[in-house]
């Protein structure tokens, strides 16, 4: 299972349409967009998706990051997802460069609850650190 988490806090995933590759989906479809792609070179065939998804195998890889920021300079103006691991400190640089939501794991769910996902929450986090530094 995985849970859907925006600035209202944890929900389930509304998203029912399927997702598939770049150039492969059909109306309502959202797009399964590698980490890796050549954002420029699919953009005419994801650019009408109502849901992009893209994937971050590990916290540490942020490439998914630059592909969400392009997407926006590109024009895109439909709903973009990270799935996978990114972490609730991340979750302020998600929406930063323009992502909605974020899909994590149940498991991750549990190690880090809503409240630690807010956008308020990790300023404050963070704003705490820095003075004690």
């Known amino acids: 299972m995985s ?12 998203f029912n349409a399927g997702f598939a590759a770049p150039g492969e989906q059909s109306g309502g479809q959202g ?17 009408d998706a109502p849901l992009i998804r893209i994937p971050f195998p ?30 609730a400190e991340q979750y302020r640089k998600a929406r930063g460069v323009g992502f909605d939501e974020v899909e994590i ?11 630690q996902w807010s956008p308020v929450q990790t300023l404050r986090y963070q704003s705490k650190f820095r003075r004690s530094a």
């Open 58 to 87: 590990s916290s540490a890889d942020g490439r998914g990051f630059t592909i969400a920021a392009r997407l926006r300079d590109l024009g895109y103006r439909g709903k973009l997802r990270a799935q996978g691991h990114v972490i």
């Open 31 to 47: 797009v399964d967009l590698p980490n890796d792609a050549d954002v420029v070179a699919v953009f005419d065939t994801i650019k």
């Open 3 to 14: 849970v859907i988490v925006t600035d209202a806090g944890f929900g389930p995933d509304g």
């Open 105 to 115: 794991d149940d498991a991750l769910a549990a190690r880090q609850p809503a409240p």
